[in-house]
């Protein structure tokens, strides 16, 4: 199968990439997906190795913080059988599971790539995260955009 690129958005007070950073093997589970077409993504299209760049959402400064990959395959979210949890559901059984994750291993943490500065890019204009109305916390990337991002924007 043909590796697939995804932009996966975070909120930095949930789950930042200095959280990553420092998790055993840089690795985190993406959890608490609540999106249907976003869960449908990780559940039916994402594979161990396809790329991600890992984005700070709703923040002071949105952008791409850093570079990681899918690092499992699917599994149910642990936080929908949690009561008390703000992700539990309670319609979520053992047997019939609602949501699901995939784990995301940080390769590396870049410069942040603020979102002003992807739109001044025309190479950029079809992103999904840059149309208006766009919500989605992962959407998939087109390879060029992946390729723009990776090898034109991040520094070192």
């Not at 599994?75 to 995939?102: C, H």
Request: proline fraction near 6%.
């Amino acid at each position: 199968t043909r590796m697939k690129y995804w932009l996966m958005k975070s909120e930095p007070d949930e789950c930042s990439i200095d959280d990553v950073l420092a998790a055993p093997g840089r690795v985190t589970a993406w959890s608490g997906v609540r999106n249907y077409q976003a869960r449908n993504f990780m559940r039916d299209q994402m594979s161990v190795g396809d790329g991600v760049l890992f984005y700070h959402s709703n923040c002071k400064e949105p952008g791409i913080a850093g570079i990681a990959r899918v690092s499992s395959t699917v599994y149910p979210d642990d936080t929908q059988f949690k009561r008390g949890s703000k992700y539990f559901d309670p319609k979520a059984t053992q047997e019939q599971p609602r949501w699901f994750n995939v784990d995301v291993q940080l390769v590396k943490k870049i410069p942040l790539i603020t979102i002003e500065e992807l739109r001044r890019h025309p190479e950029l204009a079809r992103m999904r995260t840059l149309q208006r109305g766009n919500r989605l916390s992962i959407t998939p990337l087109d390879p060029a955009e992946w390729k723009f991002i990776t090898t034109r924007l991040v520094r070192d």
